[in-house]
């Protein structure tokens, strides 16, 4: 089994709408991260959490917020998406313990806004 | 701030060629550097890793030194496969900077044709 997951994988979805990704970790980290990838940008960092009642913006927080449930458990929300929100998105896991920040990624979901 | 710039692709080789993808930095701190691959459909995966000066990580073939003199990773493979086709992103993670996060570049996607 994966050891990060994200839900759903595909959504087309319209302006406006309010849009949940669900991130679910196994690996016992306490840092999570969202990213989106756009086409010759890399990764940009959304927010992130070095645990549960820590939450920080990234560098393109506006139009996004997060809930970190459970130390396993990280969900981004659009409150009402635009179509350049269209994009595909990362969760990804760290371990603070380790000597560097290898980040370990979910499989990406794949969200488009009309 | 933190800043990576690698090579625009895509980079089309045949098989058995010679790969090089150039990576520069710019870092507050004195960072690890990765290079992460992705596989068509796939989420991140890391590649190779260097935490400090002239540390060369090595995976799969592929090999890439820490050059702190030049601010430099570039990756590098003797022979590459069909199976190496991808993107390849180049990444920082500065632990004096704030969240010690990871800063990507803008990716590079690699086409090996047989």
């Known amino acids: 089994d994966a050891d990060v997951t994200q839900t759903p994988r595909n959504r087309i979805t319209k302006t406006g709408k309010r849009i949940m990704l669900e991130c679910s970790q196994t690996?016992?980290?306490?840092?999570m991260y969202w990213y989106r990838q756009d086409p010759g940008l890399g990764l940009r960092l959304i927010y992130y959490?070095?645990?549960?009642?820590?939450?920080n913006k990234g560098e393109i927080s506006d139009g996004y917020s997060v809930s970190r449930q459970a130390q396993a458990k990280f969900s981004l929300s659009l409150e009402s998406a635009i179509p350049n929100q269209t994009a595909l998105y990362f969760c990804?896991?760290?371990?603070?313990?380790?000597?560097?920040?290898?980040?370990?990624f979910g499989p990406g979901t794949r969200l488009t806004v009309l | 701030g933190d800043s990576v710039t690698q090579m625009e692709g895509p980079v089309t080789l045949s098989e058995e060629a010679f790969l090089t993808i150039n990576c520069t930095y710019t870092?507050?701190?004195?960072?690890?550097l990765f290079w992460y691959v992705q596989y068509p459909g796939e989420g991140l995966q890391l590649l190779l890793k260097?935490?400090?000066?002239?540390d060369k990580g090595s995976n799969k073939g592929f090999e890439a030194t820490y050059r702190k003199e030049t601010t430099s990773f570039h990756l590098e493979k003797g022979s590459v496969q069909v199976s190496d086709s991808a993107v390849y992103f180049c990444?920082?993670?500065?632990?004096?900077?704030?969240?010690?996060?990871?800063?990507f570049g803008g990716g590079t996607r690699v086409l090996v044709k047989p």
């Open positions: 990804a896991t760290s371990d603070s313990g380790a000597p560097y920040n290898e980040q370990f």
């Open positions: 690996k016992g980290h306490d840092r």
């Open positions: 959490s070095f645990d549960v009642k820590d939450i």
């Open positions: 870092a507050t701190g004195y960072p690890s």
């Open positions: 260097a935490t400090k000066a002239d």
């Open positions: 990444a920082l993670s500065d632990q004096a900077a704030a969240g010690n996060k990871l800063t």
